[in-house]
């Protein structure tokens, strides 16, 4: 992989979310889940849609702090236009799972 400078690092604006809602996507070609995520007064609400069902239900994702990139231009998802990023790392299986910070801290916050 090539290296970068931390000009080009800066470019990624990297988030702290909470996310606030969450639905299955049934429609979706891969298994997904549509999180509705809250990034504070700046960014405001983003919606995704997120190849996490392995480790992750509609059910248990309310509430939970999640990075995400909020630079990105959106993307049509099938029917769902996804407006961030949510960041994960693979297990051993390739399966995402997703990074959060891990004590609580405020929405909004920018990654450094």
């Known amino acids: 992989m090539s290296e970068i400078s931390f000009d080009d690092f800066l470019k990624v604006d990297v988030r702290v979310g909470r996310i606030i ?9 891969k298994p997904a889940i549509k999180c509705w995520i809250d990034f504070g007064p700046e960014i405001g609400e983003r919606k995704t849609s997120a190849q996490i069902t392995r480790h992750y239900t509609p059910d ?3 509430g939970r ?3 995400g990139v909020v630079n990105f231009p959106p993307r049509q ?3 769902f236009m996804s407006e961030v990023l949510m960041i994960g790392v693979p297990d051993a299986a390739g399966e ?3 990074l959060q910070p891990d004590r609580d801290v405020p929405v909004g916050g920018r990654l450094y």
Do not use: D, F, H, Q
């Open 60 to 62: 248990e994702l309310p």
């Open 21 to 29: 809602r969450a639905e299955p996507y049934p429609e979706a070609r």
């Open 65 to 67: 702090l999640v990075m």
């Open 77 to 79: 998802i099938g029917k």
């Open 96 to 98: 995402v799972v997703l």
